[in-house]
């Protein structure tokens, strides 16, 4: 291809990506899919503002985005810089959409507890404490699994209200990519019980875990006797839980 084409070509995607990142949002949220809901939906793809975005039954409220670092754009990449006040999740984080991909950058967030309740709905497990925050370098997904992964998940005040009453202490994930998928590692430093192990989530959106519980120094009479309840325990009264399945909403990337 000879110089000329070739800058013309590169010329015409470039001018091709802005134009297509300068479309008013309003115009934009036609192309989401079915499944997403947004209300209140003002300024450009470039640099916008939503009211309410809502998904699978988790809302967000006062979403603002800025398109960061726009040279990725001939890459296909669209690099957003995302504010959401409140809702399910708050806070601040870099989202990039391609083809092939959903990534979080740069995340600061706090989510909030319902979200977990709701995936221990069958447990009919309440809980208590603080939003779990969410400070990662990376998170990325993918329609047939997770990619890599870079980033630490904590619960400060974490507590279980019932069907047990049960204060955590800080519960801690510290999360990587490995073995095709992303690996948590769980630990806590709660005097009344202690928490321990690993989560992975891989391929196809499978995950598996194995939690430790163990009385800690300052348990009570109720919770060594709980745990047994629980599975059996080792010589140190050590409690190991299994489980595994797959999550029910994958990621549309």
Do not use: C
């Amino acid at each position: 291809m000879k110089p000329g084409l070739r800058y013309a070509l590169l010329g015409l995607a470039a001018y091709l990506v802005f134009l297509i990142a300068l479309m008013p949002a309003h115009w934009a949220v036609r192309f989401l899919p079915r499944e997403v809901e947004t209300a209140g939906v003002s300024g450009s793809v470039w640099h916008g503002h939503a009211a309410r975005i809502r998904y699978a039954g988790y809302r967000l409220d006062d979403v603002d985005w800025r398109v960061r670092a726009p040279y990725r754009l001939l890459w296909a990449q669209l690099p957003l810089r995302l504010r959401i006040e409140k809702g399910s999740v708050s806070g601040f984080t870099s989202l990039v959409l391609s083809p092939r991909s959903l990534t979080l950058e740069d995340s600061d967030l706090n989510i909030n507890l319902e979200v977990f309740e709701r995936a221990l709905r069958r447990f009919r497990v309440h809980l208590g404490g603080m939003p779990v925050h969410l400070a990662a370098e990376t998170l990325e997904l993918h329609r047939a699994g997770p990619g890599a992964a870079r980033g630490t998940m904590r619960w400060d005040q974490a507590a279980v209200r019932s069907p047990v009453a049960l204060s955590l202490g800080t519960l801690n994930l510290d999360l990587s990519d490995a073995e095709g998928g992303w690996v948590g590692a769980l630990s806590n430093d709660s005097q009344e019980i202690r928490i321990g192990g690993r989560i992975r989530v891989g391929e196809g959106w499978a995950w598996s875990s194995e939690i430790r519980l163990a009385p800690g120094p300052r348990a009570d009479e109720r919770l060594r006797q709980a745990l047994p309840l629980l599975g059996q325990p080792d010589r140190s009264g050590t409690v190991v839980l299994k489980a595994s399945g797959r999550l029910a909403s994958t990621p549309q990337g």
